[in-house]
């Protein structure tokens, strides 16, 4: 009789839950042999099989009737084991699988990458197909998994419907950052980006001009997907295709966006905690020690809200009492800097904050302009050791205002039916955007947002 | 003191309850007018505030301060209100909202494309950003919504890690199919498909290559995310971007695949109907009379296996016995059509079914090859009304045989890392794809892709 096949996830949820492993009896069990070392009459093999964070400590003896071939077993092996689960309360494991029956499934040659020493994050992404196997990225990318499910619970659990805004488009939100044209390519290989849609086609920057319209159908909605900027920056924080959340609320202002950021972070943050208790005290003790802290700080700490206008003073302030400053040229209508952002949200308010109501000059044209003329009703979330995170705003509700700012910044042609939201039973909405693998930066403290990213896409790299 | 707000979908939740809501005392709602009637001493508004299906009927009498203006109302208006729940056991509808109050919080002109008479997909696709606002599309997205989230619910409840695999791509998973080329555009408006990425970047056509790499780290994972295709072809089942299921399991041969295809298919069919009952009620009734009996049986009916050769015989056998087919030329080796898929499913098995075990020739080359040389350990999942919704395969998981075949096939640079994974603790594994957007098209009955997508992208056709 063949025994139960188990996974290593199942084994240890059993034990938490203090059921006897012993009871089990004979189990079968396959995965990727992580470590493997022989002592003669008493081996050890750290068995991964995916499932879990946890390796499993398989224990075979020399009367193994192939010994001589387990014990060579080498790193990345795939095997598959018979035997039973015993309880080692006094050792490091608080049980061990010891094997009568090991065979091998699928081999691994010797030149393969990941051998046991440590490799830095620079060689593995160059391994990027083969880095889920090791501790740090298996982490993350369970991790992300995980954190995708949970933004999905927090809007839906509220109410928000998911939109799959597109990925081609006609039109461009922010305008800024350069765009990829999609082309189609003729039998000669001459490209051509107006062949198949019958004009021009890019990549969408955001899908916020898409999803607004549906939040006056909706009321309240997001999109979570990839976005595109073909930006050449090679920077620790900008890659070619990452994932971005864009939620969206009709008949909410700027107080009432500002307060789902805060919902959305918190909720996000303690999700990871929660639900990734293995991967996040990797993180903690081997990645970036006083995570938790950092974290649990932003939990408890209700989010300050700060007018720009009032942190264009503070920093002025700064520069005046001897504070130093990459750029130290401070005035009001200037876009701050990531270390005029960190100094506020690190040094005067020592925690998380919005920074509200920007010059209208350096914000998008479709941030709802506020009685003075001057601001728009703009928000940017600011954390301590990140700068901003996150970048909201309420819209320009209003149709005679959005349509001369339209026109005053001109180009923009096939974007009558957003103006149209406006005369056709339109209402005050604001909204943001996050960024998922920055999000993940954070939430981890992985310092290159290339290592969040299971195909990470930038500038010249398009390996895999 | 302003009354409370509160949304339709939190008025129905309590109704449902059985809460008395005559209790909630006065309260403000906000959203947009669907219909108004004014009969002189009494009015109805049927307001939908976009978080339920459902309206909610207003009734106003001329006693309020601006009843000239409410009586004139247009459809789309977005106003807010305060009142009362009246109970009304004795109508259609069960309870009434007495409003004391109304007021415009946007205008709607009455060149308004969407008035109170049906219209037409056609013309509603032409009015994408708008279509949300109708019954049939404000249905269709949220139950796109809600579907989307049960796709992550089946997976990540049994353990499968979910994988945002690239969008952009150096390399082809089916080969077959035009693709989309990414391009950056100089100063002089020339495209250039190498420049950034230093080679060929197109749009993903699959991300299973990619998701595969995956699977030999976590064991089950899948993917969900836009794939494109570069299709000219106009037809009701084709659209160039679309959201595609991948998901992937090691240590899972054919026969595993298969139950997890009807265990997923199965559930995200009871999914739509348990989390959206008044959407799929409205399909039902208005759009596919029969559509509860087609899903039901699929639920109540284990899915059959058959051969292709056995397919092809039957087939055979039909031509023979004067049954009409558009190509009655059937011979093993070929690629069967709709009309063949849909014989077998709808009059041979009458019910869902697995073909199996292909002609390698007509499959792709990483599917495993089975010991008569001749097939491939490839499925499809046929369902009656609608041929296939679900293909799926062993992977080739031997090096030597899947090293062989793309040297056969040529074209295959590249996707060295893929052939790799073969050679450093590889295992048999297999996976399939679903398409969302057919699934959705199957699960409510609509017959046009273009018709569950938000913004389609089609040939020729990018309005938004």
Redesign the interface.
């Given at each position: 009789m063949q025994p139960k096949a188990i996974?290593v996830?199942e084994i240890y949820s059993r034990f938490s839950a203090k059921e006897d492993l012993t009871k089990l009896g004979e189990i079968y069990i396959?995965?990727?042999?992580r470590t493997n070392r022989d002592s003669g009459s008493i081996g050890f093999i750290a068995l991964n099989?995916?499932?879990c964070f946890k390796n499993l400590q398989l224990v075979y003896s020399n009367e193994l009737s192939n010994h001589d071939e387990v014990s060579h077993l080498l790193t990345?092996?795939?095997i598959g084991a018979k035997g039973t689960i015993v309880m080692t309360p006094e050792m490091k494991q608080p049980f061990e699988f010891r094997v009568s029956f090991v065979e091998v499934?699928?081999?691994?040659?010797s030149d393969?990458?990941l051998q046991k020493k440590r490799h830095s994050f620079e060689y593995l992404r160059e391994e990027a197909?083969?880095r889920?196997?090791t501790n740090t990225?298996?982490a993350l990318?369970?991790l992300?998994?995980?954190l995708?499910?949970g933004v999905?619970?927090f809007f839906?659990d509220r109410?928000f419907?998911?939109?799959?805004?597109?990925?081609?488009?006609?039109?461009d939100a922010e305008g800024a950052g350069?765009v990829?044209?999609?082309?189609?390519?003729d039998e000669k290989g001459k490209?051509?980006?107006t062949d198949?849609?019958?004009?021009r086609?890019s990549?969408t920057v955001s899908g916020q001009l898409?999803v607004e319209?549906?939040?006056?159908?909706?009321?309240?909605v997001y999109t979570f997907?990839?976005t595109?900027r073909?930006e050449?920056s090679n920077t620790t924080r900008h890659a070619?295709?990452f994932?971005m959340i864009e939620p969206e609320i009709?008949?909410g202002d700027l107080e009432d966006d500002m307060n789902l950021m805060e919902d959305s972070i918190k909720y996000l943050i303690r999700y990871a905690l929660e639900k990734c208790p293995d991967e996040m005290d990797f993180f903690n003790k081997m990645i970036a020690p006083g995570l938790f802290e950092k974290l649990n700080r932003v939990l408890e700490t209700p989010f300050r809200r700060m007018e720009y206008t009032e942190g264009i003073k503070l920093l002025q302030d700064a520069v005046v009492s001897g504070h130093h400053f990459d750029n130290s040229d401070i005035f009001w209508g200037m876009d701050l800097q990531s270390e005029h952002e960190r100094y506020l949200t690190e040094e005067v308010v020592k925690g998380p904050m919005f920074l509200i109501n920007y010059p209208k000059e350096i914000k998008a044209f479709y941030m709802r302009e506020n009685d003075d003329g001057k601001t728009v009703a703009a928000c940017d979330c600011l954390v301590p050791g990140e700068g901003e995170i996150i970048g909201g705003s309420q819209r320009e509700?209003r149709y005679e205002i959005l349509e001369k700012k339209m026109k005053e910044l001109g180009n923009k042609e096939g974007l009558e039916?957003y103006l149209?939201?406006?005369?056709?039973?339109?209402?005050?909405h604001s909204g943001f955007g996050i960024g998922f693998d920055r999000l993940l930066m954070y939430i981890t403290g992985i310092g290159n947002i290339r290592d969040t990213?299971?195909?990470p896409?930038t500038?010249?790299?398009?390996?895999?």
């Amino acid at each position: 009789m063949q025994p139960k096949a188990i996974t290593v996830r199942e084994i240890y949820s059993r034990f938490s839950a203090k059921e006897d492993l012993t009871k089990l009896g004979e189990i079968y069990i396959c995965g990727w042999v992580r470590t493997n070392r022989d002592s003669g009459s008493i081996g050890f093999i750290a068995l991964n099989d995916g499932t879990c964070f946890k390796n499993l400590q398989l224990v075979y003896s020399n009367e193994l009737s192939n010994h001589d071939e387990v014990s060579h077993l080498l790193t990345g092996t795939t095997i598959g084991a018979k035997g039973t689960i015993v309880m080692t309360p006094e050792m490091k494991q608080p049980f061990e699988f010891r094997v009568s029956f090991v065979e091998v499934l699928g081999t691994c040659d010797s030149d393969y990458p990941l051998q046991k020493k440590r490799h830095s994050f620079e060689y593995l992404r160059e391994e990027a197909y083969l880095r889920p196997r090791t501790n740090t990225f298996n982490a993350l990318f369970r991790l992300r998994s995980v954190l995708a499910r949970g933004v999905h619970e927090f809007f839906q659990d509220r109410g928000f419907v998911y939109v799959h805004t597109p990925e081609i488009t006609g039109n461009d939100a922010e305008g800024a950052g350069q765009v990829f044209s999609i082309a189609t390519m003729d039998e000669k290989g001459k490209l051509n980006d107006t062949d198949f849609f019958g004009k021009r086609a890019s990549l969408t920057v955001s899908g916020q001009l898409h999803v607004e319209a549906f939040a006056m159908a909706f009321r309240d909605v997001y999109t979570f997907g990839p976005t595109f900027r073909a930006e050449r920056s090679n920077t620790t924080r900008h890659a070619s295709e990452f994932w971005m959340i864009e939620p969206e609320i009709a008949f909410g202002d700027l107080e009432d966006d500002m307060n789902l950021m805060e919902d959305s972070i918190k909720y996000l943050i303690r999700y990871a905690l929660e639900k990734c208790p293995d991967e996040m005290d990797f993180f903690n003790k081997m990645i970036a020690p006083g995570l938790f802290e950092k974290l649990n700080r932003v939990l408890e700490t209700p989010f300050r809200r700060m007018e720009y206008t009032e942190g264009i003073k503070l920093l002025q302030d700064a520069v005046v009492s001897g504070h130093h400053f990459d750029n130290s040229d401070i005035f009001w209508g200037m876009d701050l800097q990531s270390e005029h952002e960190r100094y506020l949200t690190e040094e005067v308010v020592k925690g998380p904050m919005f920074l509200i109501n920007y010059p209208k000059e350096i914000k998008a044209f479709y941030m709802r302009e506020n009685d003075d003329g001057k601001t728009v009703a703009a928000c940017d979330c600011l954390v301590p050791g990140e700068g901003e995170i996150i970048g909201g705003s309420q819209r320009e509700e209003r149709y005679e205002i959005l349509e001369k700012k339209m026109k005053e910044l001109g180009n923009k042609e096939g974007l009558e039916w957003y103006l149209n939201l406006r005369k056709w039973g339109g209402c005050i909405h604001s909204g943001f955007g996050i960024g998922f693998d920055r999000l993940l930066m954070y939430i981890t403290g992985i310092g290159n947002i290339r290592d969040t990213e299971p195909y990470p896409r930038t500038s010249s790299q398009l390996k895999y």
